[in-house]
């Protein structure tokens, strides 16, 4: 908008500018002739709309006037502000900066409501997860810039290719997911064919003509899966199979699944034996406190050693915690172990401050999970505090008044709630306000890209300022390297934790690198550890 700064408008004289910013419909209705304009600035100056007072009589503003106008511009610049802030981290953190596509997190969230549309309607839709061939040969041998740009041009045929209702987002590198809606498994395979050939159309990179190509898995709601979760796992395995076939190749879900779901079958039953038999443990992460170098605490992560299959990752094993219906029995032995395991390093006189621990939302729904941790407390003799809980955002799904009434109690009590990945899910502040929560989780997606991306680097920071206003902790998480930690450290990041430090530990491996660090001359400051307050 160009406007003066301040200026007078005489609606009645035809030889007046009457601008952009004069509501003519609400002039005429209520018979104002004259409005005095004055533009609302942000603190650095910029122009952020008009303020303007509307007169029946045609005449200079009065002294009052003037005093409503200084009050009423910083609140306007204020409010106009908070909302482009707003805005602008929206964009941030729903879209790829590179292919201006919908990013991962914006794909579960509009996935979750094209489910919801498809089960209403009883249709299908498909989840194709597209892989480009040979990324990383080009991106490593005509470099990153036209890697970029590949990718760039691969959003660009991908978008070209949809209709209105169809969703393309980038997940990651080189994978992108396209959601059909509707889609049976037979237009989602002709569609993925006219995909492969628009993508091999030849282009230049770097003087160099190449003729992309891609592997395509196709998921099918509702026969693959019911969520976006498993829809994702299953089209993601069969993008694997079509990738080992060859080149250029499509592959439905259904034609490969035989395999793997008897593995999964099979890891499934072995879960619940898995629970009562000693094969799960929990390994340990250290957090540290940005301001002192202390160890703030560390987060337990479950461990499955089978003894015949091995170490199962619980990427695998977590989704069919929650298939099975497992998650009840997960959170009473996470809660348990982590209890007894803080009890036992204060014994044997080893500080470890707080123990934050991944907890399964359902837990809320049921009151036990208050005397649970009450009897796990006073058993073990460990101050409420020593304890967070960490949830993720999904949670706020499932947030009616019960959970909400359970999870106050939960933090009455002196517990921690933490919000762990955070900005992947159905992430909204505003729902957050309503639930007691104290700290946020910044997902390490956010900081992947924080040395290379302007656009990561204000994400972080508007974020870790959001949580400053709201007096919420922030911890950053998947922190590897040093460079990282420093940018995160100098944009008031309280508390981090990842590789850079250490990765996740077995208890006795923890209590060696807390020792070492803590005896160790040249690391003594860097990693030094607070006496044990929240103990007894
Ligand atoms: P999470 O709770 O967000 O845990 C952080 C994950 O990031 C862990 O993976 C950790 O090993 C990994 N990580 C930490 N620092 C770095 C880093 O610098 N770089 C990279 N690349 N990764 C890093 P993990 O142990 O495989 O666990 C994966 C997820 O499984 C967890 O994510 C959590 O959602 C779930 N999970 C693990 N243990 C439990 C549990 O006991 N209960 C529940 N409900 N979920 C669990
Ligand atoms: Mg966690
Ligand atoms: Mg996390």
Redesign the pocket.
């Known amino acids: 908008m160009d406007v003066k700064e301040s200026m007078m408008l005489n609606f009645t004289d035809p030889a007046s500018d009457q601008g952009d910013c004069i509501d003519h419909k609400l002039s005429q209705s209520f018979g104002f002739t004259a409005g005095w304009v004055n533009t609302i600035r942000s603190n650095n100056g910029r122009c952020l709309g008009t303020f303007t007072l509307y007169y029946r009589e045609n005449h200079l503003p009065a002294v009052q006037h003037h005093r409503l106008l200084e009050t009423s511009l910083k609140l306007c610049a204020l409010a106009l502000e908070r909302d482009s802030f707003i805005n602008d981290i929206e964009r941030l953190a729903y879209y790829d900066s590179l292919t201006m596509l919908p990013n991962r997190r914006l794909l579960m969230m509009k996935a979750n409501s094209m489910i919801a549309n498809a089960q209403r309607s009883q249709s299908s839709m498909a989840v194709l997860f597209i892989d480009i061939n040979k990324f990383k040969q080009i991106n490593d041998s005509l470099g990153h810039a036209a890697g970029d740009l590949l990718l760039s041009e691969i959003a660009r045929r991908l978008q070209g290719s949809v209709r209105g209702n169809d969703f393309v987002s980038r997940l990651s590198g080189d994978e992108f997911v396209i959601i059909l809606s509707p889609s049976s498994a037979e237009q989602a395979i002709a569609f993925s064919e006219r995909i492969i050939s628009k993508l091999s159309e030849p282009m230049m990179l770097a003087d160099v003509k190449i003729a992309p190509s891609a592997s395509i898995g196709i998921g099918i709601y509702p026969d693959h899966g019911n969520d976006i979760h498993s829809l994702l796992l299953h089209a993601d395995q069969a993008m694997y199979k079509a990738k080992s076939a060859g080149r250029q190749a499509i592959e439905v879900f259904d034609q490969v699944i035989n395999d793997s779901t008897n593995d999964e079958l099979t890891l499934s039953l072995a879960l619940e034996n898995a629970l009562e038999s000693n094969q799960l443990t929990?390994?340990y992460?250290p957090q540290i406190a940005l301001d002192d170098n202390q160890l703030f605490g560390v987060?337990?992560?479950?461990r499955w050693c089978h003894p015949e299959l091995g170490n199962i990752?619980?990427?695998r094993f977590?989704p069919l915690v929650r298939e099975a219906g497992l998650?009840p029995k997960?959170?009473q032995w996470?809660l348990t172990e982590a209890c007894r395991q803080m009890a036992q390093w204060r014994d044997s006189g080893l500080a470890v401050p707080r123990m934050s621990?991944?907890?399964?939302p359902v837990a809320f729904r049921d009151r036990a999970i208050i005397d649970l941790i009450q009897s796990l407390l006073t058993k073990h003799g460990l101050l409420p505090s020593c304890l967070t809980l960490?949830v993720?955002e999904d949670f706020i799904l499932d947030a009616t008044d019960n959970v909400i009434s359970v999870i106050t109690e939960v933090r009455q009590l002196g517990v921690s709630l933490s919000i762990?990945?955070f900005g992947t899910g159905y992430s909204s502040l505003s729902y957050l306000l309503r639930l007691p929560v104290d700290t946020i989780?910044l997902d390490?997606s956010f900081i992947d890209d924080i040395e290379k991306s302007e656009s990561a680097r204000t994400l972080a920071q508007s974020i870790a300022g959001i949580c400053k206003s709201l007096q919420l902790n922030i911890v950053a998480?998947?922190?590897?390297t040093d460079a990282q930690l420093e940018i995160l450290r100098g944009q008031g990041y309280q508390i981090a934790?990842?590789?850079?430090f250490s990765?996740?530990l077995a208890p006795q491996d923890l209590a060696q690198w807390i020792r070492g660090r803590f005896l160790s001359s040249d690391d003594s400051e860097r990693y030094r550890i607070s006496a044990p307050k929240s103990l007894p």
């Open positions: 929990l390994h992460q987060e337990a992560l479950a990752p619980p990427n977590i998650m997960l959170n996470v621990v991944n907890i399964f960490e993720t762990d990945d989780k390490k998480e998947g922190v590897e934790q990842g590789y850079c990765r996740p």
